[in-house]
Structures are given as C-alpha cells and as structure tokens.
C-alpha cells in the first residue's frame, strides 16, 4: 500500500514538475511574464492592461497630430505659393505705373496679373485627403489620450482682402486701376504675413503635443515593459531547477520501485 501512495505522489509531483517546466520554457522564449500565466500577478497584470489601452490612445493621438501637422505644412506651402503670385502681382502693378508705357503695354502685363489672380484664387479650393485646407471656421483635432483639443487657425483665402486683390475689378490695364490694384495687393500681402504666422505658430504648438505624448508612451510602455518583461537571468535559473526536477521525477517514475529518499525530494 505505502508502494502504492508513494508511486501516486510521484506521479503526483512529476505532473506539476512538468507544469512549473513549461511555464519557464514558456517565459524564456517569450520574455513575458505573462506567457507563465498572468495568474502568477494579476494585480500588477491588471495594471500592465491598463497601461497598454493608455498606448493605443496615445498612438491614435500622435497620429492625429501627425495629420494636422500635414495638412499644416500643405497649408504652409500653398500661401508660400500665394505669397510668389501676389508679390509678382504687386510687382506688375509697379511696372503698369510706368507713364512711358502705353495702354497697349499695359495689357500685356494685365494678362499676366490676371493669370496670377485665377492661381490665388484656385488656391483656396485646395483639399487636403479630401477635406477643404482653408475656411473661415476654426476646426479642433483631438490629441490626447483622453480628448484633449488643440485649435486649427481659421484661414479664408475666399475672404477680403484675398477676395478682392482677385476680383473682377481689380486691373493693371490703365494707370489710374493699377494704382488702385496695388493698394490692395499691399493689404492682401500683410494678411498672408499674418495667416503664415498662425500656421507656423500651430506647427510649433502640434510639435510641442507630439513630443509630449511620444514621452508619455515612452514612460508608460516602460512601465508596463517593468510588470510584463522576464528577469531573464532569474528566468534562465528557474528553468535550469525545474528540468533538475522534471529529470528526477522522470528518473524515479522509470523504476519499479520507488526510493522513498527521491521521492521526498521530489515533494519539496
């Protein structure tokens, strides 16, 4: 009978040998404490949990932010253009106030003006991935883990004075309206001074959110790196006893007869 219990505790401790054997193979290969079985700490696993679901806010935030910054720099690069259009414009209506030139010349010049004046208004047609980059409506892009908002500048180059350096109106074709086109070139041009300010004063906020999420991802990935990642030295040790284990219950289980002195060093 004492033969008997004595092969059953064997078997006994031979299967939770085999168990303990797994779970540190398990977690020298994966390098995850949690591949042993998050029971081992479901306290400080809970909070690893609640530290990644934080990360997948964060990623989704920068990459709002990300996008804004895009479409910031399209923006940027479009009233850089419209800057070009409307410094040649004023340019030409410098040139058309030229009392030797004739009304015959100063049409020459209005063709090109009036090429300019369909570029700067086409311009405030741009779409970026589909959505209009210039409105008179302020938008808000979401750029943080909990919904935090930061402002995109309100830029309409549909409005005054843009509206009227490009209207219909506004000619180089006789001394007097080139006089007048200039004027409103000038207004259009301090307005452009001032739109270009606020895009890069956005780009310089939007970068400043980035780096401030992308530390709070370090820190919190590091974080959960601390409770989920292996002592893989300590992992390497606790493996290397429990195949010490396995080989002894494996030994004894091999014999008919059990050596009562192995199989209390197997119970321990």
Known sequence: MSESIGFDTVVTQHAKAMRRMQSASLQVAGGKREMGGALLDPANFSMASKFDTQVHRLDAALSNAGNAVSMLQAQDMTLRGVGKAMNRMGELAILAQDITKS???????????TQLKIMVSDSARMVFNGVEMFSSQSRTVSVDADGGTTEFPAIDLQADPYAAAVADETSIKTLDSAVAALAVVKEGMSQLSTDRAKVGAAQASLGAVSERLTASRTSLTSAGSRVTDVNYA??????????????????????????PEAALYLTL
Do not use: C, G, P
């Not at 009304?103 to 003006?113: G, H, I, T, V």
């Open 103 to 113: 009304n015959a010349d100063r049409a020459l010049y209005a063709e090109e003006f």
């Open 234 to 259: 300590h992992a390497v040790t606790k493996k290397s006893a429990e195949q010490v284990q396995l080989q002894m219950a494996t030994a004894v289980l091999a014999h008919k007869s059990i050596n």
